[in-house]
């Protein structure tokens, strides 16, 4: 039987992670402080529209997580950024700008990521075209209100995602693979397809990585059932022209050639970045030098930050994640915090 | 007296083959340099050498290659010891041979004659009132003049910084030999000197005193022991120092000392670098000195640590003919043209050895886009690069409409290209095709006038098109015409600011002060630092050039010209905005941009990354 009634838990952040790790902990009777920066739980989640493979709707995860946590002792403090940790003998203090409000035996950090900011790719020309956007952006749209995508009542003709913005781009300076920028535009796309059938729908990609369960099935679908055409290339830049449709100059890689084409959006597949609200703990470099995200003690058996006791990670702060990752990895971590406070 | 009319001893021979091997090598290049030039330049060097560049030729050669006067400019220490070295050898061979032909009579003589000349002659044979006060003072006094050069060169080995260079050339083995050769000429010849001197009791207050000390450190009471048996064996060692050095010399470093002097005269007669004359390309190669003033500028000694890729490393292997890669790990920015106190057209250099490879191979060529429409007075040509940073062609249409200017865009849908990544890439036929069709184009227009945002375009279209009556503006240079012409108007905001002058359009193209009388319109503080322009790290003269080295460079640079803490980074050029643009922790804009934010009123600053800040301070952090 797990029993860890003696023990005081902190987790910071309140996605699928930290309310995974949250629920978990709970679970074990520990005593459970959950934070987030936000004045609601749910973090990214709440801007979500569908949810890949089976396009579940974000809503429905988040009235799950919700039901749990209200059925289980857990003390919220929504609207509080925990941006510090002080290692203070075996106690954590939290502090939040400087301002000490909390203290624990063991802290879960769930911070999550940020979307790559697509302006540091100035030649596609988000923040300078209106009708270029990026994935997060057309998430909103599609979840709020599909007809934005309208231009003056008309459907829209053509649409073009561009895969690997910010993801394995040296010149970007991020070297490693986002994952699910690709399954990600593959589901979008198909959104699209759903609202808007006669609409050409064009996926510029480096290669698919369709990983994880039934993300190839999607894959075949929309390319088989939804005719959204995949073409193997980067696009070079992007302008506009007078009837404000984006022009889009690229390489068909697998043909060889170079190719222009013209479509009303233009949506950017961002990747997965560390989080600007990452939390500091006493003066450690605790994150990767290279990728920013936070780093296990083990990556094999191990989700302790590393160097640092007590100190736990849990989802995307640790690197481009799934939710069902995310949460399984939030539940690891209160069962690995159990175990640590059980044995120290 | 008779002695005097033949001296003669057999260590007088190891000089003279030296000597005469040096003599012969040089008369060979010298011959083969000559025969190597184009038509052109022969005619050059035929319609002036009977001219005024002649004397102008020769008054650089006083000034440069004897007393270094540029490399005074670098750090005076260096300056010294290069010069000190040079003219101090240069007068003890004048003088010498002065004080050979007052005593010994005769103008025509072997040379080893006046080289060995205190040897045949250790006392004067004439009035004392002309030897002591003249020529044993100056010949003392030179020798020490080189001495202490030498003295500063072996400093400049253990401990370069002192002479202003934080990092000095890796010698070869052969340069290392003569170096060793060179170093110990002189203290030999001072022994050798002193020796004879206090055997004979002459010589003034370096050979003089030095002679007297050894003498009398050997024997005490007077004419116990004699420094006698001493003095041969030294000036056999002395000629043979001077028979190793002069037979290395043509194959190392030392070679630029008779080859300097040749390329002043023909630089000063009009001749350049060019494919079609290789004799000046060799000779150019010969005339470096490897003195070592290139590898500080040079930001990939710090980006690419313990490569040697600078220019001297570089004239280096084409002059032994090296088959190495070394003419593509260079960002073309000249930053090492500008200080080398040769004056050598490295650039230009590196470029004839690129295309020399790159030979035979095709290059595709993009079609020009063509324009279409009616003639307006200004043509305006954004460039491959402008269209990865929209936002410039925007500002500047922003620019042109508020000025009321007639105007096209030439490019509005990308695709064309100047030439200039072909020529830098060694392609020169392509950019040659590419030149041939744009420069058609563009006169076929109409326009007086062709205004483009991209440095790179700027330069290639003033260097290499002819263009009659068209006239090439940066859009730097065309925004500072239009305010000072009153056709808009910039308000000074409160911000601090630092330009970044791109290499293609300050050292590259002369454009200088346009970009900096704008910044001091667009901000109230200007933070820039004065120091050579930097090379952002983007440079398409590098094309195999890694992103890791690129970024490396760019975080150098960038911590530089932000050393002042300014609220924003403003450069004039796409290239430099798109490489500083990811690594900068402030926001970087080109000038285009940061007016037409004045034009439109909208804020003055564009918003940065948070999630870029972050990155930055953990990079920080580390």
Known sequence: MLDGREYRITVIGAGPAGAAAAISAAAMSMEVDWYDKENRPGGKLNDYHQLFPDRATADQIL?????????????KHFGTAVNRIETDNRQLILLSDNKIVGSADAVIVATGFDFFDARLKEEFGYGIYDHVITSPDLEKILKTNPEDLRKEGADPVSIAFVHCVGSRDQQAGINYCSRLCCITGIRQAIGIKELFPSCKVVNFYIDIRAFGSGYEELYREAQEKYKIQFIRGRVSEASENQQHRILLKAEDTLMARPLKLTVDWLVLLVGMVPSCTQVQIDNHQCTDQETGFYQPVNVFTGSRIAGLPGIFMAGACGGPMSIPEAIASGRSAAMEAWQYLKDR | MQKLFHPFDPFVLLFTIGFSFVGI??????????????DKDTELLN??????KTWQALKEVIWESLLHRKIFGINKRLGYMHMSLAFGWFMLILIGNVESIYYSGRFFKPIYISVFWRFFDPGPSFPQAVYQPGFAFWMDFFLLLVLSGLALAIIKRFRSVWLGLKQTTRQRPVDRLALTALWLIFPIRLLAESATCGANGTGSFLTGTLGHLMSSALSPEPSFLSLEPFVLPLWWAYSSVLLLFFVTLPFTRYAHIPSEAVLIFLRKYGIRVSRESPGYTDLST???SSCGV???????????????VQSNYFVKSIRHHEHTDIQWDCMQCSRCEKVCPVGLELMTMRQLSRTDMAMGSKSTIIGHPGRNGQAHRILYFAGCMTHLTPSIIRSMSQIF?????????????????????LKLAGQSEGANRIKEQLQADFLASGAELLVTSCPICYRMFNEDYILPGMKVLHHTQYILELIEWKRIRVDQNKLTAAYHEPCELGRGSGVISEPRELMSKLYQKDTTP?????????????????????????????GELTSGKPDVLITACPLCKKTFGPVSEIPVMDFAEAVARSLTGGSVLPETSKSLKTRHKQQVAV
Do not use: H, M
């Open chain 1, 63 to 75: 009235a799950d997580f919700d039901g749990r946590t209200d059925a289980i002792e857990i003390k």
């Open chain 2, 25 to 38: 090598f040089f008369l060979y290049k010298l011959i083969r340099w000559i025969e190597r030039l184009s």
């Open chain 2, 47 to 52: 319609n002036s050498i009977f001219t005024v």
């Open chain 2, 286 to 288: 010969y005339s470096c």
């Open chain 2, 294 to 308: 290139c590898i500080d500028p040079c930001q990939l000694s710090d980006a690419l640590p313990g490569r040697q």
């Open chain 2, 401 to 421: 409409d508020q000025a009321g200017s007639s105007w096209q865009f030439y490019d509005p849908d990308g695709l064309a290209c100047c030439g200039r990544p």
């Open chain 2, 530 to 558: 004065d120091i050579e322009g930097l090379c952002c790290g983007g440079s398409l003269g590098a094309p195999g050039l890694d992103l890791v080295t690129r970024r490396a460079v760019a975080r150098g640079a960038l």
